[in-house]
């Protein structure tokens, strides 16, 4: 498998963004010393990678990873001893920063699949949640660890995301006690998708964006609209309005156009009562 590194991210130094084929971008957390540990250069190229996938047009999945042995093992806690000398106006700042990182990677308009090895654990958890599909390697750990630090459990959007993945109940026993969920529990309590060898992470996470990108891309682009809309959705009716909307944009698309003649000549070839 060829790697082609994108030219314009690559001045980044934390996040590595990779093209392997057409169609798929790999997005590589890249400090593997420090298990991928969060810092402010790392938020502000995650933040500039999501900015640049959402404007290219070529890429159809993005595929989230870390490097090494670790997903993300959280903020760098040799960062983290400046908290109490930020004052109010630089916490905010790096809270905001933290935040749009995880808005540019949860808003993308291509289907995000995280491949998690080793710990993701605090805003590393964070930033998986953020993915719309996870596979969990089998040394996975996630883990919402803030409030083993003193901090809040809600943090870079964690008490949003998970308890629209594991429910309320789960989510909070997992906020409040901060303890780990490895790869079989995460499968159990849907957190993750699957779990897998460690070893074959990323070819199943390659091999499942594969399955995905063989879709027409702007039926998949207003499929992840309509389900991220639709989970707030206040009502069935609206949820319909906004499904709607989406295929009524779809049925004159020429890739709709295209597919369906596509299936028809399929159907048509297969031979009668076979």
């Not at 990108?213 to 207003?222: C, Q």
């Not at 069935?236 to 779809?250: D, M, N």
Request: with cysteine; net charge neutral; proline share 5%.
């Amino acid at each position: 498998m060829e790697r082609i590194r994108e030219s314009s991210v690559a001045a980044q130094q934390t996040v590595d963004v990779a093209r392997p084929e057409p169609g798929l971008a790999v997005v590589t957390l890249h400090r593997p010393e420090r298990l991928n540990a969060l810092n402010r250069q790392m938020l502000t190229e995650l933040r500039a990678a999501g900015e640049h996938l959402r404007a290219d047009s070529s890429v159809g999945v993005v595929v989230l990873t870390g490097a090494g042995r670790g997903f993300c093992s959280g903020y760098d806690l040799a960062g983290a001893a400046e908290f109490a000398e930020l004052g109010p106006d630089g916490a905010l700042a790096l809270q905001d920063l933290g935040n749009q990182a995880l808005f540019a990677l949860h808003s993308l308009p291509q289907p995000v699949i995280a491949a998690v090895r080793g710990p993701a654990v605090g805003g590393g958890f964070s930033v998986a949640l953020a993915a719309d599909i996870r596979l969990a390697a089998d040394d996975a750990l996630f883990q919402a660890a803030f409030v083993r630090i003193g901090m809040s459990g809600a943090d870079m959007g964690a008490s949003w995301l998970l308890p629209r993945i594991v429910g309320r109940g789960t989510a909070a026993e997992l906020m409040y006690t901060a303890r780990g969920v490895d790869a079989a529990e995460a499968v159990r309590i849907g957190l993750a998708n699957r779990a897998v060898p460690a070893g074959a992470l990323l070819p199943q996470a390659l091999d499942l964006a594969r399955e995905i990108l063989v879709h027409p891309r702007t039926g998949l682009a207003l499929t992840k609209r309509a389900l991220q809309a639709n989970t707030d959705a206040p009502s069935l009716w609206s949820a319909l309005e906004t499904e709607a909307r989406g295929q009524a944009l779809l049925m004159g698309h020429p890739e709709t156009t295209a597919a369906v003649a596509r299936l028809r000549d399929r159907l048509a070839s297969r031979p009668v009562g076979g």
